[in-house]
């Protein structure tokens, strides 16, 4: 007698938020487009709705949490460096960000699609929230233990505006990457290394040099 064969089902993988967010970046990538709805994005990704609500109140929650993993990776990889004990702040707002538009860099079609998608820059902003809440509490801390060091409270630096400052030199630089069509995008780094140095020596009181210096990079820059 033949044995009847038997057909073994393939079981569905389960979405984990990482396989959400790497399903949701190539749909953006292959699509030129977001998903319209969760239901259809649920469906492509052989799930429903209930599975991707464990993860994700929203789509747009996901854009939000992308930022939030390039920070995240961006941090963990500059502190798995041994030498980055030895930084000093400046030095680590350096790293974090040349290693953040690195991270970038490595995902630029997606980055460039999301950041250009409407009309409006406040709308295209808005995925930046938890970003912008990270970015700040990065140069808080940083500021937070420069000023423990310093016994005298008049050296100390103001937390809440050097924290708002980073956060405006992200926006730069950020604008700068994208409008940037050097090789391997070093004029970027040329205006992170700047950029870092004007506002750390604005908050040690001697900027004039550096101000000057950047502010002619600047123009050279809005010239050529």
């Known amino acids: 007698m033949e044995k009847k064969k038997t057909v073994t089902k393939k079981k569905s993988v389960k979405m984990t938020t990482e396989k959400w967010i790497s399903s949701y970046m190539e ?10 709805s969760v239901y259809k994005f649920a469906k492509e990704n052989k799930s429903n709705e209930e599975e991707f609500y464990q993860s994700f109140g929203s789509l747009e929650a996901i854009q939000k949490e992308i930022w939030e993993q390039f920070y995240i990776k961006s941090v963990t990889l500059m502190q798995a460096a041994p030498e980055v004990d030895s930084f000093s702040n400046r030095e680590k707002m350096l790293t974090f960000f040349y290693t953040f538009f690195e991270m970038l860099t490595a ?118």
């Open 107 to 224: 995902n630029r079609s997606y980055v460039l699609f999301m950041l250009n998608r409407n009309e409006s820059t406040l709308k295209n902003l808005e995925q930046l929230k938890g970003l912008r809440k990270n970015v700040k509490n990065f140069a808080k801390d940083l500021i937070a233990e420069d000023n423990d060091a310093k016994n005298i409270k008049l050296l100390q630096k103001n937390e809440t505006v050097f924290s708002e400052g980073s956060w405006l030199q992200m926006m730069f630089l950020l604008k700068f990457w994208m409008d940037d069509n050097s090789p391997q995008f070093e004029k970027t780094d040329v205006a992170i290394e700047k950029s870092v140095n004007t506002i750390f020596d604005v908050f040690d009181n001697t900027p004039l040099e550096r101000v000057l210096d950047f502010g002619k990079f600047l123009f050279k820059e809005k010239m050529a």
């Open 27 to 36: 749909y953006v990538l292959e699509h030129e487009t977001v998903p319209k």
